[in-house]
């Protein structure tokens, strides 16, 4: 049976760059699927960091012009498919993860190869959270720092998005972890997701220095950078000779390291084989995507202003589509 669905779809969208009061409800058309594309009714859509600064005009990301849908990942299910298509089918429970953006909506409309299965450990309401920040957390265990089974990784924002993803995937790569995590909840966070050893990010850089050290005396191997910051410094000041660190372009300010060290800086970019090797990776036990609050979609300004205070893990939207 073919889904019905509509001519125009419920949508938060700019008209004007902004603070968040520009981020407003809006009817709009529902997105016709091209050659390749499929279109997904959605139930959920993260909220990146970056999005704050794509909508207050800082970074340009996605479709030019207004109004501008804004958001790079959600999940739900394919409604229809354009020519050409064929790695998912009408009614598959996919995620995806698009630069073009378009989420914070009823539907989207991506190319097929920026889609992914939904892990049937997966509920979908977490796995709109997953994309940008899961294609992000692995590249940057597997192509930035290519991590070993039994290496020594750190992971400084391991209470983030990206962060307690990857406190995941690098446990099942073999890795012992130590998590610098933000708080007392994101400590308790990054415990309870498996890392050896966990230290407050937000607490003193001597302390960090000092986990660091406790956790390897001979020096961390490994460093994941997620966030910037003075503690930073003094915790990769810990690491190997001829260790390696890495960090997504965006981290700010950029993390400097010690003589020796091997820096790497990347991009999450989406593509079949990384959600193929994400996805074998998550079906391989309990894996868990934290949603530090989930917003109606009528409420995007409001959870626009919550991406800068205190949260664990990503923020995300609920989309309830007609």
């Keep these: 049976m073919t889904p019905f669905i509509p001519e125009t779809m419920q949508a938060a969208a700019i008209d004007r760059h902004g603070g968040p009061e ?4 809006h009817v709009l058309p529902v997105p016709k699927p091209r050659n390749k594309q499929v279109l997904i009714r959605l139930e959920a859509a993260g909220i990146g960091v970056w ?37 998912v089918h009408v009614g598959d429970r996919v995620y995806a993860y698009a630069y073009e953006g378009g989420f914070y909506a009823q539907y989207v409309a991506v190319e097929e190869g920026e889609t992914a299965i939904v892990p049937p450990n997966l509920p979908t309401e977490e796995a709109g959270a997953l994309g940008a920040d899961g294609v992000t957390a692995l590249i940057g265990l597997e192509q930035g720092l290519k991590l070993r089974a039994g290496e020594d990784l750190m992971i400084f924002g391991a209470s983030g998005g990206i962060g307690h993803l990857a406190v995941q995937l690098a446990k099942r790569m073999g890795a012992r972890v130590l998590g610098v995590a933000s708080g007392e909840d994101g400590v308790d966070l990054v415990r309870r997701l ?25 020096g961390v191997d490994v460093a994941l950078v997620l966030a910037g910051g003075e503690a930073v410094q003094r915790a990769v000041g810990g690491m190997k000779k001829g260790g390696r660190l890495a960090y997504p372009n965006g981290v700010e300010p950029a993390p400097e390291a010690p003589d020796g060290i091997r820096v790497t800086a990347y991009d999450g970019v989406p593509s079949p084989r990384i959600f193929e090797r994400l996805n074998s990776r998550i079906a391989a036990g309990p894996f868990h995507v934290e949603l530090g609050r989930t917003f109606d979609l009528e409420k995007a300004a409001q959870a626009h202003r919550a991406v800068n205070q205190h ?12």
């Design 22 to 25: 520009v981020l407003r409800p």
């Design 51 to 87: 999005d704050t600064a794509v909508r207050a005009g800082e970074i340009e990301l996605g479709k030019k012009g207004f109004p501008k849908v804004l958001g790079n990942d959600g999940a739900g299910t394919v409604v229809a498919i354009g020519k050409g298509v064929d790695r």
């Design 194 to 218: 498996g890392a050896d050893a966990v230290v407050d990010g937000r607490s003193s850089p001597e302390s960090v220095a000092r986990a660091v050290r406790a956790f390897a005396p001979e």
């Design 311 to 322: 949260h664990l893990g990503k923020l995300a939207l609920r989309i309830h589509a007609h």
